[in-house]
């Protein structure tokens, strides 16, 4: 029986409905509703707020829907198979030949995702109402939010790369509209435009390697799928499939995680993302925490096996990715350390956890951090919104911890609740929701081989635990110190911090009646803006138990419901088990076996009730070569609810994969413990450090950074952030784009007029600059090469610029007359 | 009838409107000049649609027709525009572009 | 032989309408005056539509005179009359250095000249070649070329707005 290929396969009937058939319209809920806003939006007794948190709840009702029905699909599968997305496309457009689909693809990362995107806005479109209140640019706000959301979601159910791209490019925009919101402050359009150019960097590697892979995949995704080369489905099962080419997949694959550094504030393109706190706190705890950010993250999970076999993860080296991510953590994490922002400590927090959740992609563990993606979601909006809630009730407007915060628990006990259990949450404190996911990216990049990353990861955990703890001292303890003392700032002083200032611009209307209670002294925020804190914070609290490794796996429901199994099925969706139970990642140190000979493949049928029992029971006496290893990988893995599959490390012989095999680690409550400790160490030695410093200002450490060289160094990087701004703005920018500023300049400056035209004195221009050129080289060398290449140029170019169209046309067609005579004459 | 004999044809009229765009120094006559160019390549397209047995180059003669209209509507604009800033239309005074 | 007839007839059109076509030409880059130079090129342009009948392309033909000598002629003369203060012979509309365009155009003709001849040298037509028809056409522009045709439509908009906004008094 196993020796005979069974090529038919009745259909595992998977359960779907309305809401996963229809997830597309979660999108276009938004979409429309930005419209609405936009024409009518003034005319609204709300001023168009209320078509923006409609819609946003009508998506979230959608997004919930869907997720329960996916959440069905899971369940009624047999265990371990593989659950096919929910995958719809209309043509979009097409051109003699190629076309272009539109659509849904719909899994587990997507209803995930699409949850948490839907959850977050609309509580951030809620908290909103309150926080831009009389904003001179009210409507626009929610448009923007509106627009962005529906980019999100549009991103999130994307069935294609290009309409991937349409996403991620809206939500690029709205990120500039929405940091730039208050664009009359110079800092702040100056960080719009910052954070618009430094993703559009990235986004060059999103366009090149969208081509690279279309192209290199379209044939063979069109022949086996009957897709084209941009479907998300094709390009998975292209990438596992063995068909694409080293260097295609590589570079492919670098090209769109460049995309992913500029989106997600990798290293070294992080730059921007703290810059664009210039933005409302809403924008923030939005945009640049809990969604926007993790575009880049969510682009390399839903790439997976691009990026797995691009990078070569797993490997058994570290990869571009895992570097990437591991650098971030740290630098990301020290730099937290040197703010006085309380909003640029959170970026920078939201920087390394991002890094986080790249690190663990590159080190396979997938789960894990679309795991963190989720969880970060709430406790990093939850802190941002709680930041917003300070400046907007208490510090009038003000961000500054060291200045205008300190003793603040007293007066908004319930920011200050909200704020402790999001911040024990980002540390990754056990039973809150980082600690279930941070943990997890940690413990498996330890299991796969990456020891130093893991390493790097619990450096970060502890680099986390201490500068939340000392932006909590700052903010809440100690005595209120500036505005939150009630004292008022006089105007330079305002200004003179502007660019860090949420709120500088006194010119908007909402500051008027701000004034009025700020005065009032530090009290807790309105309801508007306490609900959803709380609402975070306990989501905050409790996302974690949705994939609690501790407690076995009958809590690992996340991993049941996201996870794609890595099965090998038909290209129509359905089931197969290729290379029986025992063939695993040894079995790649002899490939031949299984491609050699694809008629000795073993390609069971998962029937409804054949779960991972029955297969396992299976005897792999088939394949004589790993019967042995199976067998003993099958004891080995007796812990684990997937069979082993050739996914990621061999070609398939018949079907496709969708997902590479990934293993995960067993949970440990020793590694557990140590982590914890690890945190535990962060917060008391920071908590000693920021009383001594603040507090006592005790002489040994006030001042530090003056006496010690070493510290004084240290510090003075992180203050100037790496000097990474200095090397883009100054040194790169400068030295791409001065010299033609300046060679133009001298163009138009030196180049004068009245010269005789014609062909003649081009010809001896021309002549007299290849002498003299020549002739200089020949003298000076080198050297003065490159000068004299403008001067010459110049000089013999200079008749031509008379100026007159004729000429130019002349010119022109003069150059095709004899470029076309040449090659005529040649070629016949 | 042969194929060349429309090709021909059709790079007479193109270097006739190469010499007019270089010879003449009045905007409107450089436009029409254009415009011999493009019909020359209509031609051309045409001819090759029939050699080919294709309907290709049908759909591409009706996109540059279009396109010319849209150029010849922009183009007049503009020497409207200059001639309303400089009464004249001498393409040899705008030299502003002079490096 | 009737088959032959119509061929025989075909290019003795053919060969009177190319002559008075390349002459119109002439004329229109030589010509003293605009509005002559413009119904030279009316004379051109007809010449130009008769040449898609005999090249099987009827609707081309029709859009070309309909578009063509109908709307861009009567633009050319109100761009004439509304720039020129008097309608007549003029002697500067030439550049100084006209004469560039000679060699340059008989360089051009030289070079596509003899690629024309070396690469289809004495082909033929398809004698059968059937007329399409505007049916055929609207397949091909509403069916594989629909994307050139939106990028189109999108220009046309943008120059219908572009000429309004230069030519405004404001």
Same mark, same amino acid.
């Given at each position: ?61 959608f ?143 999103l ?43 590589t ?10 550094i500029g ?37 390399v ?6 990026f ?51 690190m ?22 939850c ?40 911040t ?131 809590w ?72 042995t ?27 496709v ?61 992180l ?106 004459i040649?070629?016949? | 009838?042969?194929?060349?004999q ?23 006559l ?33 996109y ?36 | ?13 053919? *060969?009177?309408? @190319? $002559?008075?076509? =390349?002459?119109? #030409?002439?004329?229109? /880059?030589?010509?003293?005056? %605009? ?10 342009? *007809?010449?130009? @539509? $008769?040449?898609? =009948?005999?090249? #099987?392309?009827?609707? /081309?033909?029709?859009?070309? %005179?309909l ?15 509304l720039t ?68 189109l ?18």
């Amino acid at each position: 029986m196993f020796a005979e290929a069974t090529e038919a396969a009745t259909e595992v009937v998977l359960s779907s409905g309305w809401f996963l058939e229809h997830a597309w319209v979660i999108p276009v809920i938004p979409a429309l509703s930005f419209f609405l806003i936009i024409f009518f939006g003034k005319r609204m007794p709300k001023k168009g707020s209320e078509f923006g948190v409609a819609s946003m709840l009508g998506a979230l009702v959608f997004a919930g829907g869907a997720a329960y029905q996916w959440i069905q699909r899971v369940n009624g599968a047999p265990e371990g198979a593989f659950v096919s997305p929910v995958v719809k496309t209309w043509t979009w457009w097409q051109n003699s030949g190629v076309s272009f689909g539109i659509g849904q693809h719909v899994d587990g990362l997507t209803v995930a995702i699409l949850l948490v995107v839907a959850f977050i806005s609309t509580l951030v479109q809620i908290y909103s109402l309150e926080y831009l209140r009389g904003d001179r640019r009210y409507t626009h706000f929610f448009a923007s939010l509106t627009l962005f959301s529906a980019g999100m979601l549009n991103m999130v159910v994307a069935e294609n790369m290009i309409q991937l791209i349409l996403g991620w490019e809206i939500m690029g925009l709205c990120s500039f509209l929405l940091i730039g919101h208050w664009w009359e402050e110079g800092a702040n359009s100056r960080a719009a435009l910052k954070a618009f150019f430094t993703t559009r960097t990235g986004d060059i590697g999103l366009l090149t390697g969208t081509a690279i892979l279309f192209f290199s995949a379209n044939e063979w995704t069109t022949k086996t799928l009957g897709v084209s080369g941009f479907s998300i489905r094709g390009l998975s099962s292209w990438a596992l499939s063995g068909d694409p080419g080293h260097a295609a997949i590589t570079m492919g694959a670098v090209a769109l995680f460049i995309a992913a550094i500029g989106k997600s504030g990798q290293f070294p393109l992080h730059t921007w993302l703290p810059d664009a706190m210039a933005g409302p706190t809403p924008v923030s705890s939005l945009l640049h925490s809990s969604t926007m950010v993790v575009a880049g993250v969510f682009l390399v999970a839903r790439l997976y096996p691009v990026f797995f076999k691009g990078m070569d993860i797993l490997g058994g080296s570290a990869n571009f990715i895992v570097v990437i991510g591991g650098i971030t953590i740290v630098i990301a994490a020290l730099l937290a350390f040197v703010q006085t922002d309380i909003k640029k400590v959170l970026a920078y927090s939201t920087v390394s956890q991002l890094g986080y959740m790249m690190m663990g992609l590159g080190a396979g563990a997938w789960l894990p951090a679309v795991f963190h993606i989720f969880t970060h979601a709430f406790f990093k909006a939850c802190l941002f919104l709680g930041a917003g809630s300070i400046s907007h009730s208490s510090s009038h407007h003000s961000f500054e911890m060291k200045k205008d915060m300190g003793g603040l628990r007293k007066f908004m006990p319930i920011t200050f609740g909200t704020w402790i259990i999001s911040t024990l949450a980002l540390c990754g404190v056990f039973p809150f929701s980082g600690f279930f996911s941070k943990d997890e990216i940690i413990d498996n990049v330890g299991h796969n081989g990456y020891n130093v990353f893991m390493i790097v990861g619990l450096a970060g955990a502890f680099l986390t635990a201490a500068y939340m703890t000392r932006a909590t001292y700052l903010t809440f303890f100690g005595q209120p110190r500036g505005a939150s003392a009630g004292e008022h700032h006089e105007e330079e002083s305002h200004d003179s911090h502007a660019a860090h200032d949420d709120h500088a611009d006194h010119g908007h209307d909402a500051h008027d009646s701000h004034e009025a209670h700020a005065s009032h002294g530090p009290h807790e925020s309105g309801w508007l803006i306490t609900v959803p804190l709380v609402i975070l914070a306990t989501l905050a609290l409790g996302s974690g138990f949705l994939n609690a490794a501790p407690f076995g796996e009958k809590w690992e429901h996340f991993k049941k419901w996201v996870e794609p199994s890595a099965e090998v099925v038909s290209p129509t969706g359905i089931a197969y088990v290729v290379g029986g139970v025992g063939e695993t990642r040894v079995a790649s140190d002899t490939p031949t076996d299984s491609t050699v000979a694809p008629d000795a493949e073993v390609v069971t049928l998962v029937e409804g009730e054949a779960g991972p029992e029955m297969l396992r029971s299976t005897p792999a006496s088939g394949e004589d070569a790993h019967s042995t290893e199976g067998e003993a990988l099958m004891a080995d893995a007796s812990g684990e609810a997937h069979h082993e599959s050739p996914c990621g490390t061999e070609t398939p012989a018949q079907g496709v994969c969708m997902a590479p095999q990934i293993h995960h680690a067993p949970f440990k409550w020793s590694k557990a413990a140590t982590s914890m400790l690890i945190v535990l160490a962060g917060f008391l030695l920071s908590l000693f450090v920021c009383i001594q410093l603040y507090e006592k200002k005790n002489k040994k450490f006030v001042g530090l950074t003056e006496r010690n060289k070493v510290l004084g160094f240290g510090y003075k990087l992180l203050v100037n952030k790496y000097y990474l701004d200095v090397l883009y703005e100054k040194i790169i920018v400068r030295s791409i784009a001065h010299p033609i500023a300046a060679a133009v300049y001298w163009f138009n400056q030196k180049v004068l007029d009245g010269v005789v035209n014609g062909a003649g004195t081009t010809a001896k221009g021309i002549a007299g600059w290849v002498y003299r050129n020549i002739d200089q080289r020949v003298v000076d060398g080198a050297v003065n090469g490159t000068g004299n290449v403008a001067q010459g140029a110049g000089s013999a170019l200079r008749p031509v610029q008379s100026g007159k169209v004729n000429q130019y046309g002349a010119l022109l067609f003069g150059a095709a007359a004899i470029g076309a005579l040449v090659l005529v004459i040649v070629n016949t | 009838m042969f194929v060349n004999q429309f090709l021909i044809l059709a790079a007479v009229l193109f270097c006739i409107g190469v010499y007019g765009v270089i010879a003449r120094k009045n905007a409107v006559l450089v436009l029409m000049s254009i415009e011999l160019i493009l019909n020359s390549v209509n031609i051309n397209l045409l001819a090759f649609s029939m050699r080919n047995g294709s309907l290709d180059g049908h759909t591409f003669a009706l996109y540059i027709i279009a396109i010319a209209a849209a150029e010849v509507g922009v183009g007049l604009a503009m020497v409207l525009l200059m001639y309303r800033n400089r009464r004249s239309i001498d393409l040899d005074e705008l030299s502003e572009m002079k490096g | 032989m009737f088959a032959s007839d119509v061929l025989f007839a075909q290019n003795i059109g053919f *060969a009177i309408i @190319a $002559a008075i076509m =390349v002459f119109g #030409a002439l004329r229109v /880059v030589t010509t003293s005056n %605009v509005v002559h130079a413009a119904l030279w090129l009316v004379v051109v342009l *007809a010449g130009a @539509a $008769a040449q898609y =009948v005999l090249l #099987a392309a009827e609707f /081309v033909a029709i859009t070309q %005179v309909l578009v063509y000598i109908g709307a861009v002629m009567v633009l050319f003369l109100f761009g004439t009359m509304l720039t020129r203060a008097r309608i007549g012979a003029e002697s500067d509309l030439n550049n100084k250095n006209w004469f560039f365009g000679i060699p340059i155009a008989l360089a051009l003709f030289v070079a596509m000249a003899m690629a024309l001849d070396s690469g289809f040298g004495s082909q033929k037509m398809p004698a059968d070649a059937a007329v399409v028809t505007t049916q055929e056409i609207s397949d091909q522009i509403f069916g594989p070329y629909l994307l050139p045709f939106w990028a189109l439509s999108f220009v046309l908009l943008a120059a219908v707005v572009g000429a309004i906004v230069l030519a405004r008094r404001d």
